[in-house]
């Protein structure tokens, strides 16, 4: 094969593997995805708890496996996030906002979260893309992990960004596509699609 014919073939193998992805077929995770919980979360224990928890060192999605914080603590950080998000202050991760201000200009932006207070966390979402009305987003409250499949395969989502690597094989095998968000806690070997930020997110879509 001529230079150009490998090239033209390393082109199309790259476009099968990563075909861009039509914004109706794509759903989102929130936390860890598009909320920075976990530094909400390290932030409050910090300055409410004078607890000292490096992010970097957050290497499982259940951290009090490898950090150190009392279980009182941490359930009091977490019923926080849970039931008052906006008041927490949770930032959204950078570049999301750009990103879902633009799909949600094509139609509504799906998103799945294992949450279960969803007035909490719609008011966050609305809030923090700025969102007046509500016919922008489409977000379903599980409250249970398990639950997140039936939901996207009930609502033709083909993709789905989560950053919970016990989720992604709970959707693996499915006609639904999980795409890991980067973050330390899912840094180890898995057989997933992985985005490092918001760029990459933006670059994945048909736009
Ligand atoms: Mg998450």
Redesign the pocket.
């Known amino acids: 094969m001529d230079k150009l014919g490998v090239w033209a073939f390393e082109d199309y193998d790259m476009k099968t593997e990563i075909r861009k992805i039509s914004p109706r077929e794509l759903a989102f ?5 598009i909320a920075d ?1 976990f530094r909400a979360f390290v932030k409050t224990a910090r300055e409410k708890y004078s607890i000292e928890i490096e992010y970097e060192a957050i290497t499982d999605y259940n951290f009090r496996n490898v950090i150190d914080i009392d279980e009182e603590t941490s359930n009091e950080i977490i019923e926080m996030i849970l039931e008052d998000p906006l008041g927490m202050g949770i930032d959204p991760i950078g570049g999301a906002v750009d990103v879902l201000t633009r799909l949600s200009n094509l139609g509504p932006v799906f998103f799945v ?2 949450r279960s207070n969803r007035d909490a966390i719609i008011e966050w979402v609305e809030k923090t893309l700025g969102l007046a009305d509500g016919n922008t987003i489409h977000l379903e409250a599980t409250g249970a992990h398990e639950d997140k499949l039936p939901i996207l395969l009930k609502h033709g989502i083909r993709y789905f960004v ?3 690597l016990e ?1 992604c094989y709970l959707i693996q095998g499915s006609p639904v596509t999980p795409i890991v ?1 980067e973050q330390p806690w899912n840094r180890k070997e898995h057989p997933f699609l992985t985005v490092g930020d918001w760029d990459e997110i933006h670059d994945m879509i048909e736009w």
Do not use: Q, S, Y
């Open positions: 995770d929130i936390d860890g995805v919980t979260t294992a989560e950053d919970r989720t968000f």
